[in-house]
Every structure is written in structure tokens, then in C-alpha cells.
């Protein structure tokens, strides 16, 4: 069984996707995934299917749920008909639910361990990190916990999601970069930039590209663009590590050339 976290809520088991028509049951479903393997309480559950709002007897709305959701990981359906693929992973434990399968099962965690692998050897190892980080990025299917409600542990969860995507996408070009393929590099920054347009590192890295390939006139204009910029919406200055680049590019320093023996250094 695979649950899917990054983009909307899915459960698949073998090939079969199964459907999941009611939005508390996708909510209940996403929450206890968040969570694999652990209890979580009956409170909680409460708490962030109906956010707050007072109910005549949650336990017996929440059981309700909790049944719903346990025909459908059998795969029997909403209503229970069909035949029953295999046992619902879905356990009751003193005072809440739980999960009952391994955390690797959800996509989610799959792309936090790849990503985290990937980062971890970066510097050594830049051509493995850009494989690990390229496969946790084709994990996503669109925004995380897309349809799981407004509960604050999805909510909160979906927002952590997005940051470590975005810090996955300056880890995969601080790769490329680091294996010389700037020209790749250029045109995904330029998407990256597009969608982040206060995100300097992207800005930084697409300076070193532009310098490498040839464009350092090019490198030069984007560091004033983004000082324009961020001076304009934050009241800021770039940060120290963009006005280095900018320096280093503006003298030719020799270390911004990569050489196999070489690799940039992450910063």
C-alpha cells in the first residue's frame, strides 16, 4: 500500500488507485500519514477534521469516519461493496488511530530521505546527489496536501513540504553547477526565479550560470536587477553571499571557472 501526500491525497495498492470521494476521510487519511507508525489521539483527529468547531458526539463522528476510511484502504469503496482487497492498515489504539504501515509507504517520507540523502553528499559526490534529488522531485504530483482540508497539521505539514521542495530545486542546481552543466542550469533558474522572484539564492546561482557560459554582463545586470528589486518589496540589500558572487564576477576571479579537480563549494 502507497499513500501519496505530494499533490493530492492518494492510496494505492498495487496498481490500483483507490478512490477516496469524501474530503474527512481524505483528511483523516493525510493526518494519520503524516504520522505513520504512530498513534495519534482522538482529540487531535478532532481537532483537525472539524478545526475547532463543536460537535454533539465526536468520538462517534470521528468512529464514523475511521470506518469509512478503513473500507476504503480495504478496498471495498465508500459504501463497503466489493471485494476486500487486503486488511486496512487502519488501527485502533487506546485514546486514538494510527497508521499501521511503514513510513517509507508514503510518498512524502520518500522525498525527505532523498532529498536529505542527496544534500548530504553534495560536495563529494555531485553527479549521485543530482540522480537522488532529480527521483525525490519526480515524487511530486502538485502542491502537497492539496485536498487534505484546512486543519492546521495538514496546513502546517503542507508548508514545510513546499520550503524543503524549494531548498531541494537550490540543492539539485547547486549540482549541476558543480558538474559544469550551467546551460542546463540556466533555463530552470529562469523558471525557478519566475515562481520565487525573492529568492536570492536562486538569483546568486543564476549569476555564477550566466558568468560561466560566457554572459558576465548578463551576471553583472541580474545582481542590480535583484538589488532593485529587493529594495523595492523588503526595504533590503542583497545578502552578503550575492554581493561576493557579484564581486568575484566583476574581477574574473579564477575560482569561479570550474575544473574537474575543482567542484564548487556550496555556500
Known amino acids: ?62 468512529q464514523a469516519q475511521a470506518t469509512r476510511l478503513r473500507r476504503v484502504l480495504e478496498g471495498r ?24 504501515i511503514p513510513s517509507q509507504s508514503v ?8 532529498a536529505g540523502h542527496g544534500a548530504a553528499i553534495l560536495q563529494d559526490q555531485p553527479h549521485r546527489a543530482l540522480d537522488l534529488l532529480q527521483t525525490s522531485l519526480r515524487l511530486w504530483r502538485g502542491s502537497a496536501l492539496l485536498d487534505a482540508g484546512d486543519g492546521m497539521r ?4 503542507a508548508t514545510l513540504f513546499e520550503e ?15 558538474i559544469g552543466d550551467d ?3 540556466i533555463p530552470e533558474l529562469g523558471k525557478l526565479i519566475t515562481q520565487h522572484p525573492l529568492r536570492e539564492r536562486f538569483r546568486e546561482q543564476l549569476m555564477l550560470a550566466l558568468y560561466r557560459t560566457g554572459r558576465q554582463s548578463d551576471a553583472l545586470e541580474l545582481f542590480h536587477q535583484t538589488r532593485r528589486l529587493l529594495d523595492r518589496e523588503l526595504g533590503l540589500r542583497p545578502g552578503l553571499t550575492m554581493q561576493r558572487r557579484y564581486a568575484e564576477i566583476l574581477a574574473q576571479d579564477p575560482a ?3 575544473t574537474p579537480q575543482q567542484p564548487v563549494m556550496r555556500k
Open 164 to 178: 524543503r521542495r524549494v531548498a531541494v530545486w537550490e540543492d539539485l542546481i547547486s549540482a549541476r553547477l558543480a
Open 1 to 62: 500500500m502507497q499513500i501519496g501526500i505530494l499533490g493530492t491525497v492518494t492510496v494505492t495498492v498495487g496498481r490500483r488507485q483507490l478512490e477516496i470521494r469524501a474530503s474527512k476521510v481524505r483528511t483523516l487519511l493525510a493526518t494519520l500519514a503524516l504520522e505513520a507508525g504512530r498513534a495519534i489521539s482522538h482529540e487531535e483527529l478532532v481537532d483537525e477534521l472539524w478545526s475547532g468547531r463543536p460537535l454533539g458526539n465526536a468520538r462517534n463522528a470521528l
Open 183 to 185: 546551460r542546463r542550469a
Open 154 to 157: 495538514c496546513r502546517a505539514a
Open 107 to 114: 510518498d512524502g517520507n520518500r522525498f525527505l530521505e532523498l
Open 77 to 100: 469503496g465508500p459504501e463497503g461493496a466489493g471485494r476486500s482487497l487486503e486488511s486496512a492498515p487502519l488501527r485502533s489504539v487506546r485514546n486514538g488511530y494510527m497508521l499501521d
Open 256 to 258: 569561479l571557472t570550474l
